[in-house]
């Protein structure tokens, strides 16, 4: 009789375990399929807001791994038994699909930390685009001025380079001239270098420069960027009608 207790004891224990582990994968795929879903969504700009893109990868690849860590635990009992007493491995069809689907989620996660990091640096770009034109529009509306500003750029841009295309090149950078004019569509007059470097946003055009007198000796009049930091000079003089930029 006690045997008999026994067994049923063992076997309501290894129905409940197994229970656990089946809500664990099914918890874990649950969420495997929304932080894909929301990770792609964002990485292709579908109906999420831009401001809010960084932060929803961030959600997803978090969730991708807590999920991941969930199937893990559903599953422990088989990945334990994939050797057998001998040592020897022991892989059945289905446990060979999991492990291709492994490395597809591995892959899609590798994949969207790439395109995050790409998509913050696009918008530390652009940042820094907006931040220049209103620190210059400040000046531009005083009578006179200066300042020294230091900005932040990704790390991957070497360079932030004033030009005018509709004069040739000259001074120190004229090597650099025509590698940046690939970037000109008709009315950019600042240009990020390396060309691609700046995730998409190679030129802009920044108002109310005295682009000029920039240029007058150095054409492109380029400064440097290092480790991300980059320390341009604003000034305007008293009946200057436009900003000097300077190194």
């Known amino acids: 009789m006690s045997k008999i207790v026994d067994e049923?004891?063992?076997?309501e224990l290894i129905n409940e375990r197994y229970e656990n582990n089946k809500v664990f994968t099914i918890y874990g795929l649950i969420g495997l399929f929304i932080s894909i879903f929301f990770g792609s969504m964002s990485l292709t700009g579908k109906f999420i807001l831009e401001s809010d893109t960084p932060s929803i990868i961030?959600?997803?690849?978090?969730?991708?791994?807590?999920?991941?860590?969930?199937?893990?635990?559903?599953n422990r009992n088989k990945i334990n038994n994939l050797f057998n007493d001998k040592g020897q491995m022991q892989l059945s069809f289905g446990m060979i699909f999991s492990i291709i689907l492994i490395i597809l989620f591995l892959v899609f996660t590798f994949y969207a930390i790439s395109k995050f990091l790409d998509i913050q640096n696009s918008i530390q770009v652009g940042k820094f685009k907006d931040k220049l034109?209103?620190?210059?529009?400040?000046?531009?509306?005083?009578?006179?001025?200066?300042q020294t500003v230091e900005y932040k750029l990704p790390s991957s841009v070497k360079k932030v380079c004033f030009v005018d295309f509709s004069v040739s090149g000259n001074g120190v950078n004229l090597n650099?001239?025509?590698?940046l004019k690939s970037s000109f569509y008709g009315s950019e007059n600042m240009v990020f270098y390396p060309v691609g470097s700046a995730q998409?946003?190679?030129?802009?055009?920044?108002?109310h420069i005295y682009l000029d007198e920039i240029v007058k000796s150095?054409?492109?009049?380029?400064?440097?960027?290092?480790?991300g930091d980059v320390n341009i000079h604003l000034e305007k003089d008293y009946g200057?009608?436009?900003?000097?930029?300077?190194r």
């Open 218 to 227: 150095e054409n492109p009049y380029c400064i440097d960027v290092v480790g």
């Open 133 to 146: 034109q209103a620190d210059i529009d400040k000046l531009w509306k005083g009578t006179q001025g200066s």
């Open 58 to 74: 961030t959600g997803s690849i978090i969730l991708f791994f807590v999920s991941f860590f969930f199937i893990f635990l559903g």
């Open 200 to 207: 998409g946003l190679d030129s802009v055009v920044i108002k």
């Open 8 to 11: 049923q004891v063992v076997g």
């Open 240 to 246: 200057q009608a436009t900003v000097l930029v300077t």
């Open 176 to 179: 650099l001239y025509n590698p």
